[in-house]
């Protein structure tokens, strides 16, 4: 006795299913590898600006909390920045650049 006959559509779905499978592979593949891109990149620039903000506090012989105390944050704020902490609230972040007379950029 033969096995039952598939439908096609049968078929039609198991290749679809297939091909879902192997798109939804490289998507996120694709997705992982532009999100190490970004962390990568995330901390050479945090990097900077820790190292910019502590030359900067050094050059105007304020201590960290000076900085802090002018900028209206905790002085382990000003730490972890300095630091170069990839999580920290950008309003404080721009406090304690202008104290410091620095800018932040953002080029497209």
Request: proline letters at 3%.
């Amino acid at each position: 006795m033969y096995p039952p006959r598939r439908p096609f559509w049968f078929c039609i779905c198991k290749l679809l299913a297939e091909w879902l499978t192997v798109y939804c592979f490289y998507v996120k593949y694709e997705l992982l590898l532009a999100d190490r891109l970004m962390n990568d990149l995330s901390i050479v620039w945090m990097e900077e600006l820790a190292g910019r903000v502590r030359t900067q506090r050094e050059f105007l012989g304020l201590s960290q909390r000076d900085v802090a105390r002018l900028a209206g944050c905790h002085y382990v704020f000003v730490h972890d920045l300095e630091k170069g902490k990839s999580t920290l609230r950008i309003d404080k972040v721009l406090d304690v650049l202008r104290v410091l007379g620095l800018n932040l950029e953002i080029e497209g």
